[in-house]
């Protein structure tokens, strides 16, 4: 008895390990199907990427030539600034303070006589009073 009672437990258990080994399996066949369909998948994706990869890599030496050329434009832009001012600025700021006096000067023509002043030993005195003038007083009438 103990004999049948070994042998219905033993089939039982190589039963069982039999059904894992099945189930085991199919996992197995599972898991091989889905590497090959990411492996067939994968290729051509790395392939974007590395021709994705070669396209960025050209505008970037692109970009690096258009760089230099902008840096380039731009120091003789700077040397050019630099050689118009010192070229143009002295004569221009005299230019500028000429007109100035020109204006200054017809202004003062066009306009009616300002108050104009003299200074005698730190006193403002205004020119236009009689005691100003010749150091004396102002007649009227005859000349």
Do not use: H
């Not at 437990?9 to 590497?35: G, H, P």
């Not at 994706?45 to 890599?57: F, G, I, K, Q, W």
């Not at 120091?75 to 005299?94: D, H, Q």
Request: no cysteine; aromatic share 4%.
């Amino acid at each position: 008895m103990a004999g049948i009672l070994v042998a219905v437990f033993w089939a039982i258990l190589v039963s069982f390990i039999a059904l894992v080994l099945v189930r085991l399996a199919q996992t197995l066949k599972a898991a091989t199907r889905l590497v090959s369909e990411i492996s067939e998948q994968a290729v051509p994706l790395l392939a974007d990427a590395s021709a994705t990869v070669r396209s960025a890599n050209t505008q970037l030496a692109r970009v690096d030539s258009i760089t230099a050329d902008v840096q380039e434009v731009t120091a003789n832009a700077s040397a050019l600034s630099s050689t118009v001012s010192s070229a143009f600025g002295g004569p221009l700021v005299k230019v500028a303070a000429f007109g100035y006096g020109v204006r200054r000067a017809i202004g003062r023509k066009t306009e009616p006589a300002e108050r104009e002043s003299t200074v005698f030993a730190g006193r403002t005195v205004d020119s236009r009073l009689p005691s100003a003038r010749r150091g004396g007083r102002r007649t009227r009438g005859k000349g």
